[in-house]
């Protein structure tokens, strides 16, 4: 079966300091791999998305990058943090083809102190 | 481009009441809708989806949905709600060829015993 393994599961970071989650998923091949942001509990704000190994699209400018080294590896890091970095951050991972939703970690609460 | 609304910030039921939690929807072409259930500093996780065929839809937990076409809509529903229903709820929306999904704001669910 399939699995997504997302860490860590919380995070306290100074502002300025640099970031570096990561999210793997295990029991597939060629998963499309998303990198979502909830500010406040509430609305999730699509950051970045894969299709594929080094094929990264971005949804918001900000100071914030991802990278897909390998197929089943999504990293989103950051050089320094900001204030509003801070938020609970949501790897997600879906099956190529029609039909099929999303399986979500179970977050990583960051913190930018 | 798709897109959620889910008119309410929040809902209040009193324990054994049925429930309805609204979602309306636009995108062109034919929709894939999920909704997806979240607990505090949790992941999302998944309730229920339609895809093609009948237009009530079963899922976890004893939720249902309704696909209404005409309306635009997909409302989440169950007969009895629980005090352990309490949660925040997603609804979600993705053209069949689109690689990614849109999520409403979330509705924030509360059962009073």
């Known amino acids: 079966s399939q699995t997504i393994h997302q860490w860590p599961a919380t995070l306290v970071q100074p502002v300025g300091s640099p970031l570096s989650l990561e999210c793997t998923v295990e029991?597939?091949?060629?998963?499309?791999l998303y990198w979502y942001r909830q500010a406040a509990g509430r609305g999730l704000q699509l950051l970045f998305y894969?299709?594929?190994?080094?094929?990264i699209s971005s949804e918001v400018p900000q100071n914030l990058s991802a990278s897909r080294p390998q197929d089943r590896q999504f990293i989103l890091s950051s050089k320094k943090l900001l204030l509003s970095d801070s938020g609970f951050y949501l790897c997600?991972?879906?099956?190529?083809?029609?039909?099929?939703?999303?399986?979500f970690g179970s977050g990583t609460r960051l913190t930018v102190v | 481009a798709q897109s959620v609304a889910q008119p309410e910030d929040q809902v209040n039921v009193a324990e054994g009441n049925p429930l309805t939690v609204k979602c309306t929807y636009s995108?062109?072409?034919?929709?894939?809708l999920f909704w997806y259930v979240q607990y505090p500093n949790r992941g999302l996780q998944f309730l229920l989806k339609?895809?093609?065929?009948?237009?009530l839809v079963k899922g976890s937990y004893g939720f249902e949905a309704e696909f209404n076409k005409s309306q635009t809509s997909f409302h989440l529903k169950k007969p009895s709600a629980l005090v352990s229903d309490s949660a925040l709820y997603f609804c979600?929306?993705?053209?069949?060829?689109?690689?990614?999904?849109?999520f409403g704001a979330g509705t924030r669910l509360t059962v009073k015993p």
């Open positions: 979600a929306v993705r053209a069949y060829n689109n690689n990614d999904m849109r």
């Open positions: 997600a991972w879906r099956e190529t083809g029609a039909g099929y939703g999303y399986t």
């Open positions: 995108v062109s072409g034919n929709p894939y």
């Open positions: 339609y895809i093609t065929g009948d237009n």
């Open positions: 029991g597939t091949s060629n998963p499309n």
């Open positions: 894969s299709v594929g190994i080094g094929q």
